[in-house]
């Protein structure tokens, strides 16, 4: 399996097409340095010494899709802002087909997070999570359908900030199924309803716990039997549920894998959600067996972890991690 994923992600990537939809956001890092308390509150004065930005959400998806070398492309929503500018520069230095990013009266969600010593001081948000309009729902959904039968394989990425409506999560899920297309969800929210049908389901065990009637713990049985029951009332081919420390667990009908983590050292798990998500959607593209894209996606994930902030993988670091 190895020698295939290897051949995979070296020769064949460039040749597959995904089409990422959801919520983009824009990621800002202060990293400082903290020696006092502020005089004017009881609070700690980080000295600035780093500046980041980053692409975060549905765009870090498309940005481990670009730096692994696949045509990649997004559908999503930004505001008339500095920060909607500063996010479809960076995806086009990124080579991304940004043409169906659309521009609302809503802001562009953006995040600035103030770091020290590898840990999160504190985060601001801006943000509006208001579900787009009707007439926003349209020119969206034109936007898809225009390029769908040009893609592998459609990733729905749900951040709940406003553009996974359930009329748009259902009409995509519905048209990759008429034209056999793999549609890959990354879910928010307790009610799944609106990805009924999809290919596969990609939750943390926190997610997945959210929408089931009794808690699990994070053991193989009891996923597995959840992740079954699941499978079954959504229509689902199958389900990846990451689990933290314990890597992940993928089910797709009879077929059930359990991988295990592969970092040795985590710093940060933000953004791992959104590499396990490309790198297996990617590999479905590719025609990848689902128990070995599942393996190619826990091996990203655990480059991702290692690192500190949202941070994507390139070709040459999954190479060297295989």
């Known amino acids: 399996m190895i020698d295939e994923l290897k051949k995979f992600v070296l020769n064949d990537v460039d040749a597959c097409k995904v089409l990422v939809v959801g919520d ?16 004017e509150a009881p609070v700690p004065i980080a000295h600035v010494t780093q500046v980041k930005e980053t692409l975060g959400g549905a765009a870090n998806v498309v940005h481990n899709l670009a730096l692994l070398g696949c045509q990649t492309s997004i559908v999503a929503q930004i505001g008339h802002d500095i920060h909607g500018e500063k996010l479809l520069t960076t995806l086009k230095n990124r080579g991304v087909n940004f043409s169906g990013v659309i521009e609302t009266s809503k802001p562009t969600t953006t995040k600035i997070r103030v770091i020290s ?6 985060r601001l948000d801006f943000e509006d999570v208001q579900e787009l309009d009707g007439a926003d729902e349209k020119i969206l959904l034109e936007k898809f359908f225009e390029r769908l039968a040009n893609v592998d394989a459609v990733i729905i990425s749900d951040y709940g900030k406003g553009v996974c409506t359930e009329r748009i999560c259902r009409e995509i899920i519905g048209a990759c199924r008429a034209q056999k297309k793999f549609v890959v969800v990354d879910p928010k929210g307790d009610d799944w309803q609106k990805y009924f049908g999809a ?7 926190k997610e997945f716990n959210e929408i089931l009637p009794r808690k699990i713990k994070n053991v193989d049985a009891q996923i597995e039997s959840a992740a079954q029951k699941v499978i079954g009332e959504l229509n689902l081919n199958g389900l990846i549920v990451t689990r933290s420390a314990k890597g992940l667990t993928l089910v797709d009908g009879k077929k059930i894998s359990h991988i295990k983590a592969r970092a040795q050292e985590v710093f940060d798990v933000s953004g791992a959600g959104d590499t396990v998500i490309s790198v297996f959607a990617l590999a479905l593209a590719g025609k990848i067996d689902s128990a070995a894209a599942a393996y190619l996606a826990n091996v990203a994930a655990g480059v991702v972890v290692a690192k500190v902030g949202t941070y994507a993988v390139d070709r040459e670091e999954l190479l060297a991690a295989l």
Request: proline letters at 7%; aromatic letters at 14%; glycine letters at 6%.
């Open 24 to 39: 983009v956001m824009l990621d800002k890092y202060y990293f400082g340095e903290v020696t006092r308390i502020s005089p």
């Open 117 to 122: 010593g590898h840990q999160q001081m504190i």
């Open 199 to 205: 290919s596969f389901i990609t939750p943390n065990l």
